[in-house]
């Protein structure tokens, strides 16, 4: 059971073996099973349900959310969105998995990253779309974003964003001390070596361990750790990728040349703003988050293709997300019209766009007002001709595991240890695969490794 990329070998029946065998496993028995429907309907049931309208519960973070839900209600008026912010993340997937194990409290429509989408899929929480025609939707969408919402046919939501990973850079602070933009990494690393020994209060980045950093630079190395068909999952996280890009992050480790400012503290922001920390490996949604946060950086940024092990072009997904409809919706129509107009309609992909959003629909990735683009706060910069550009060089081949919110839960007590201590990644890799060997078999999976 494969899940996140398209044309890999996914199986509906390995994928319903999967959800019956473990139903009496901790993971599974949290499905609610369907409270609003199951998995009829039809697009003129869509039609219907927003002409007659009623209300729809919206769980999201994103800063869009507040702008779109007023354009769809007033294009819409006879439905009321009713928008909560359940927390990011891991907060908002903790309230969700509490409301299904409940049987009730999950809203209509919830925001799900891309990495999270398989657990709760297999835990039959949410509704399959494509009796409601989305099916039909693939083609307005990225091939690795549609891929991980289309479980072999079953449409478990509609992609909002993507994250194609990308090289932001401090062109001032490069430029003052003379570092060329690295197109490999033995490049970033010498650049890392060079901007240290120069000022030891500058580093080439900031990370204190992130696990969806980790999983997106192991899957931009070739690394395949996770694999599942059925209940039997394989966890590898010494395989050749994982190694390479270990023993590659341990030369950063290792040498001190991390900063270890924690991202997203406002001690990071004011590092990106002051040029202490100098780069960034990360998704293409971040230049919004360098406009509307580190005022500073303005007109010193740039951006550049993603650093790779021998100079060919090859990136990997870091973040982004969709939508999906909950089985627990009392309206499972209406929701679907909601998240369709929500994330396939063109006023709210603009509005989205507009908050600094990365689109996911190759309309928009196509369109050359978007790609060529200036940015003032890049200082000019084209920076979408390098984005798009990215998006179509994510490695194939990608899985995520059917439990990876736990995974990335208990990361920090295994790798990120190596992180604290100074250490090597690969000890803390193998200490992460221990752990979760021993998650998977406890809620029903063969694990092997």
């Avoid at 309208?53 to 007033?74: D, H, I, L, M, R």
Wanted: charged residues 15%.
């Amino acid at each position: 059971m494969t899940f996140m990329r398209k044309g890999t070998a996914v199986r509906r029946a390995a994928f319903a073996v999967a959800a019956t065998a473990l139903a009496a496993g901790s993971l599974v028995a949290c499905s609610s099973g369907n409270a609003g429907g199951g998995n009829g309907g039809s697009a003129e049931d869509i039609e219907a349900a927003l002409e007659q309208g009623g209300e729809v519960t919206y769980w999201s973070w994103t800063p869009s959310a507040e702008a779109q839900v007023a354009a769809f209600e007033k294009a819409y008026p006879n439905v009321n969105v009713n928008l909560v912010n359940a927390g990011t993340n891991t907060e908002e997937y903790t309230k969700l998995q509490n409301a299904i194990k409940a049987g009730s409290g999950a809203p209509d429509v919830v925001q799900i990253e891309y990495y999270a989408f398989p657990q709760f899929a297999l835990s039959d929480s949410l509704l399959d779309l494509a009796p409601y025609g989305f099916g039909e939707l693939e083609d307005d969408y990225s091939p690795g974003t549609w891929g991980a919402v289309d479980f072999d046919g079953a449409i478990y939501g509609l992609p909002q964003d993507s994250g194609p990973m990308a090289l932001f850079y401090n062109k001032e602070v490069f430029d003052q001390y003379g570092l060329a933009v690295p197109t490999t990494w033995d490049e970033y690393v010498a650049a890392a070596e060079k901007l240290h020994a120069a000022d030891p209060t500058k580093y080439i980045t900031a990370d204190t361990g992130d696990s969806g950093f980790t999983t997106s630079m192991i899957w931009q190395a070739g690394g395949q750790p996770f694999q599942a068909s059925g209940t039997d999952v394989t966890i590898d996280l010494q395989d050749e990728g994982s190694q390479k890009f270990a023993d590659n992050w341990n030369r950063l480790i290792e040498g001190g040349l991390l900063s270890d400012t924690p991202s997203w503290s406002d001690e990071w922001f004011k590092g990106l703003g002051d040029g202490s920390i100098a780069s960034l490996v990360i998704g293409a949604w971040m230049p919004g988050v360098l406009e509307s946060s580190v005022a500073d950086g303005a007109g010193k940024w740039a951006v550049a293709p993603i650093p790779t092990y021998d100079g060919e072009p090859v990136t990997a997904e870091n973040g982004g997300g969709g939508q999906a409809v909950t089985k627990q919706s009392q309206n499972p129509a209406l929701a679907a019209g909601f998240l369709k107009w929500l994330n396939n309609d063109e006023e709210s992909l603009q509005i989205f766009a507009e908050s600094g959003g990365f689109p996911s629909t190759t309309a928009q990735l196509s369109d050359p007002a978007f790609v060529d683009a200036e940015n003032e706060y890049f200082g000019g910069q084209k920076i979408n001709q390098v984005l798009t550009e990215a998006s179509s060089q994510v490695r194939e081949g990608w899985n995520y595991l059917p439990f990876q919110v736990y995974a990335n839960s208990i990361y920090s007590d295994t790798v990120g240890q190596a992180y604290a201590n100074g250490s090597d990644m690969n000890a803390g890799l193998e200490a992460w695969q221990e752990q979760l060997v021993q998650y998977g078999n406890d809620q029903g999976f063969s694990v092997n490794k």
